[in-house]
């Protein structure tokens, strides 16, 4: 067991337990329980365990503001509350580490936890307030002895040696600096660049601590050794630049300082062998004597920014590196150091298809009861994956409606893939991911293989109504996969056809009038109503009547369909959460399985958080239905009936309404689930309360059982990259990238340039005359 010792700030959040009757404390309120001083040691199966500390006590509460807290916890320790950051353990997993970062990452930790008895958090500070030295080691694997080491102060806090998120923002991605283009720091930065400057050479301090140090190759150490001397003012030459051994003196003349390393046996790690950190020459950390900055430095520098702004461009790089680093770059400098940050930062998109075996085992681990299916074809190239959390099973079988919406997205990417997504909608009507598939090509057999996957998933007896489009055969797949289902079309994608086949028949004002009326059509209640639009639209055009007729109205019509769709039209719901996919530049598979998987996170757990506020029985969309419907109970007139069937007059209407079997023969009570106008005017009649005549999938209960669970993080793939460059082992190919996208439109022509030749004169071949060719030849035309 191997130990890492460093000082940090052990936090012990012990939780109140609300249903044991300590009133004193108050929902959510927490008793903060600060340890430092400890000891980390690593276990077997790479969990890590704490021990040691003293302890002091704090209080916070989901009120609590996280800038408030590092404040307090500074003043506590002494630290400097930008140099803190804050991070805990997930339940029951004790290796991948969670950061805290504001407000709302307080909340989470508490929903968290909310079942357990204490939470472990950790704080690690990069610097200390009263002394310019800091220890932040630029090598994940880094240890610090011998004399020549540079020797940090008591109080400071070093990182731990370990992998994923547990170093500080600019040491997560260490890049080589050994080639490349290059750019002077510039001196005539904005004033308010020199905070950020002094800040950034700071971080590179101790980037080279001593002898036994450690790095994950020799680029690393070229890069560590590049800041060592920004940092500390000097320049150096190399005596020696090899893949197995560097060493380096200071360039000014008599100056002892020197250093060498060379790569450890059997493993791509460099260490350092000897170093003499003394230097006799002017060095100090005077920007007038800095080197260059190498592609790959500014590269590390600009992934930074690409984690706060993802779609910057080269112009928005440059202008924020020369004002907040006085960094000077050209266009052209910036655009090659943002994709070298793309490409160092990102995995291959060829090799991230042989990580999605190593994906789909994170996902099971730390989701268990999700189903996540992946499979390819005999050359091991890339066919489908399904991924459906357990969170949202369980979710749409315990508090959504029996609807589900199927739609595609196409994927940013040179290979051939697209999106393939099941949707459902929760009781206040906002979208709920069910599950998602990532597929070759949408075909057909793709779809039948989703569906198939799908209903081993659900793994339920009730019916459930599919909308999706009217194209392929996926209707006969749905009906054979979902033996009790029922299919309708979406009316969007059905006008969107019906206008592609009148087009240039009709004007956009008559196309627009019958589309109108066949949305009417769509959502009339009985057969009157229906057909009194269909034959709206039969006076307008016979055409079109006659191809309503042909598009099957038993499938999308609310007075013809025999299933349930609660009044729900269209399938393009999933537009709202899933086009992101087709927004964001090209990203590997991986990169976008992990991306959707943290989005339903989020989302789980934002709507959770909001429903707790909620103090009405009904949501908060259903609600404001039903008001919207008791403003039209005005006119209409309650007669007495017989039991508990009543008469409705209204302007011209007369409805019948029974509220023992929630029925009215307008449908409208039926077909939404909540009491339509005539219903609310009775029950308002007789003072009975409108929220208990709602179906169960509106409450305010049935939608925190649709978010009561949780989604837990899937560890980042760099880790699988980690651990096989750490150990040396070469990952076998189990899964090949598909086939490359096909180009589209007519082949590029090669334009000829003529570089300062006279054009060649034309020459008869009949009258061998000049200036014509023998087609317009005119002597013996």
Request: a negative charge; hydrophobic letters at 30%.
């Given at each position: 067991m191997e130990s890492f010792l460093y000082y940090w700030t052990h936090l012990m959040l012990v939780f109140t337990d609300i249903g044991t009757g300590c009133e004193a404390m108050g929902k959510g309120k927490l008793i903060l329980i600060c340890q430092s001083g400890g000891k980390f040691t690593t276990a077997?199966?790479?969990?890590?365990v704490y021990s040691g500390g003293d302890a002091h006590a704090l209080s916070v509460n989901k009120e609590s503001s996280f800038d408030e807290l590092k404040l307090e916890m500074a003043e506590m320790w002494k630290y400097d509350p930008n140099s803190m950051i804050v991070k805990y353990f997930l339940?029951?997993?004790?290796?991948?580490?969670?950061?805290?970062?504001?407000?709302?990452?307080?909340?989470?930790?508490?929903?968290?936890?909310?079942?357990?008895?204490?939470?472990?958090?950790?704080?690690?500070?990069?610097?200390?307030?009263?002394?310019?030295?800091?220890?932040?080691?630029?090598?994940?694997?880094?240890?610090?002895?011998?004399?020549?080491?540079?020797?940090?102060?008591?109080?400071?806090?070093?990182?731990?040696?370990?992998?994923g998120d547990m170093v500080l923002l600019n040491t997560l991605f260490p890049a080589a600096s050994d080639a490349g283009d290059t750019r002077q720091l510039s001196n005539s930065a904005p004033a308010g660049s020199d905070l950020r400057q002094q800040k950034l050479i700071k971080s590179w301090k101790n980037c080279i601590t001593g002898v036994h140090q450690r790095f994950n190759n020799v680029h690393d150490f070229r890069d560590a050794l590049y800041k060592y001397s920004v940092a500390h003012g000097f320049t150096y030459c190399f005596k020696k630049n090899e893949g197995l051994r560097v060493t380096a003196k200071c360039k000014a003349e008599?100056?002892?300082?020197?250093?060498?390393?060379?790569?450890?046996?059997?493993?791509?790690?460099?260490?350092?062998?000897?170093?003499?950190?003394?230097?006799?020459?002017?060095?100090?950390?005077?920007?007038t004597t800095r080197s260059k900055a190498s592609r790959k430095l500014l590269a590390s520098i600009v992934k930074e920014k690409l984690l706060e702004a993802p779609k910057c461009k080269p112009k928005e790089i440059a202008e924020e590196i020369r004002r907040d680093f006085g960094i000077e770059l050209g266009y052209v400098k910036a655009w090659r150091a943002l994709e070298n940050a793309r490409g160092e930062s990102q995995v291959s998109y060829k090799d991230s298809y042989n990580q999605l075996p190593w994906l789909v085992d994170k996902i099971l681990e730390t989701n268990p009861g999700s189903v996540v299916t992946l499979s390819t074809r005999e050359d091991l190239s890339f066919h489908h994956l399904f991924v459906a959390l357990h969170a949202s099973l369980y979710g749409f079988q315990n508090g959504c409606r029996p609807l589900i919406f199927l739609d595609s997205f196409p994927i940013k990417s040179k290979y051939q893939s697209s999106l393939l997504t099941a949707t459902a909608l929760d009781g206040n009507d906002e979208?709920?991911?069910v599950a998602f598939g990532v597929v070759d090509a949408v075909s057909d057999d793709n779809w039948h293989w989703f569906l198939l996957q799908l209903k081993s998933a659900l793994s339920t007896c009730q019916s459930i109504t599919f909308v999706t489009d009217r194209l392929g055969q996926l209707r006969?797949?749905?009906?054979?996969?979902?033996?009790?289902?029922?299919?309708?079309?979406?009316?969007?994608?059905?006008?969107?056809?019906?206008?592609?086949?009148?087009?240039?028949?009709?004007?956009?004002?008559?196309?627009?009038?019958?589309?109108?009326?066949?949305?009417?059509?769509?959502?009339?209640?009985?057969?009157?109503?229906?057909?009194?639009?269909?034959?709206?639209i039969k006076s307008v055009s016979s055409e079109a009547f006659d191809w309503i007729l042909r598009s099957e109205p038993e499938n999308w019509a609310n007075a013809l369909f025999k299933g349930s769709r609660h009044n729900q039209m269209t399938s393009h719901i999933a537009e709202s959460f899933y086009c992101w996919v087709g927004e964001l530049p090209e990203l590997p598979i991986v990169q976008i399985i992990s991306t959707i998987c943290r989005k339903i996170m989020e989302l789980m757990y934002s709507r959770r958080m909001d429903s707790n506020q909620w103090l009405t029985k009904l949501t908060p969309s259903l609600e404001d239905k039903l008001q919207n419907e008791m403003l039209k109970t005005h006119s209409l007139q309650v007669l007495l009936g017989l039991g508990s069937s009543f008469e409705v007059r209204g302007l011209g209407t007369f409805n019948v309404v029974n509220?023992?079997?929630?029925?009215?023969?307008?449908?409208?009570?039926?077909?939404?689930?909540?009491?339509?106008?005539?219903a609310a005017a009775v029950l308002q009649h007789v003072g009975r309360n409108l929220p208990d005549y709602c179906s169960k999938f509106y409450t305010t209960e049935a939608f925190r059982l649709t978010y009561s669970e949780s989604v837990n993080p899937v560890p980042a793939v760099d880790q699988l990259l980690q651990a096989s460059q750490s150990a040396q082992v070469q990952v076998p190919v189990q899964v090949r990238p598909p086939p490359l996208l096909p180009l589209t439109g007519p082949p590029k022509k090669r334009r000829i340039r003529w570089r300062g030749r006279p054009k060649r004169e034309l020459h008869c071949s009949k009258c061998k005359g000049a200036g014509h060719n023998r087609k317009t030849c005119h002597v013996y035309a």
């Open positions: 077997n199966d790479g969990s890590l339940p029951n997993n004790n290796k991948t580490l969670i950061t805290i970062s504001g407000d709302k990452d307080i909340r989470r930790l508490i929903d968290f936890h909310e079942d357990s008895g204490t939470v472990d958090v950790y704080v690690m500070v990069g610097e200390k307030p009263t002394d310019d030295a800091l220890t932040n080691p630029c090598s994940r694997s880094s240890r610090t002895t011998g004399a020549e080491s540079v020797t940090p102060s008591d109080n400071l806090i070093p990182l731990p040696s370990v992998s008599g100056c002892p300082w020197r250093i060498h390393a060379s790569r450890v046996p059997t493993t791509q790690l460099f260490q350092i062998k000897t170093m003499n950190g003394m230097h006799t020459c002017k060095a100090g950390p005077d920007p979208i709920f991911p006969a797949s749905i009906l054979s996969v979902f033996e009790n289902s029922y299919y309708c079309y979406c009316l969007h994608h059905l006008t969107e056809e019906l206008k592609r086949d009148l087009k240039g028949s009709y004007t956009e004002e008559v196309v627009s009038v019958i589309v109108a009326h066949l949305y009417d059509a769509a959502q009339a209640g009985t057969l009157d109503e229906f057909s009194k639009f269909i034959d709206s509220i023992d079997v929630w029925d009215c023969n307008c449908r409208g009570w039926q077909l939404n689930g909540f009491p339509c106008v005539h």
